[in-house]
């Protein structure tokens, strides 16, 4: 299955809610599931012919795909690389759902982009496909890979003045987590700790997906 290449707007009026897919745009009047958004023109509403139908409220199951959806939409990964995340997280000791979202908040790309140097997770990614981003010095190109307690996620020097960084870094309004440590100017994140349930502030309801994949 190909990624998704459409218009990302459409994911977030389907899951009707802000999924912070295409940066900027997320926070202003232009994103249509803006609470601000009172234009009669708004489409605070599903995408599709029969979208303003889908408003209605749906079964037990349906919440829970929806939540699966979302959550897999937010970290822009497959529905294969999700399944088998979970099925992970199942294993190890604890809360499977916080299991879960502290490894996709382990992965690299999700790094890049809490760290402030991408406007989006999708941003994030490719600037560790174009190999912009060092782990411990050495660099990675893939954007799944699971930093651990104590890695150092660096930018590298070259790309330290391209544009796009820089305004992402003077523009962004977005707090750092506490479970990462800044130096160098920004331009270097260290891994202090995995993150607690508290320090992820997505909008899923974890258990949820719990349910959806023990059925």
Known sequence: MAR???PVCRLCRRERTKLFLKGERCFSLKCPVSEAVTDRHSRAYPP???????????????AQLREKQKARRIYGIFEKQFRNLYEEADRLPGITGENLLRMLEMRLDNVVFRAGWGASRAQARQFVRHGHVLVNGKRVTIPSYRVRKGDRVTLRESSRQVFVVRRNMDTLDRQRPPWLEASDGGFSVEVLNPPLRDHIDEPVQEQLIVEYYSK
């Open 4 to 6: 998704y290449t459409g």
């Open 48 to 62: 599709g012919e029969h979208g303003r139908d889908r408003m209605r409220q749906g079964s037990e199951y349906l």
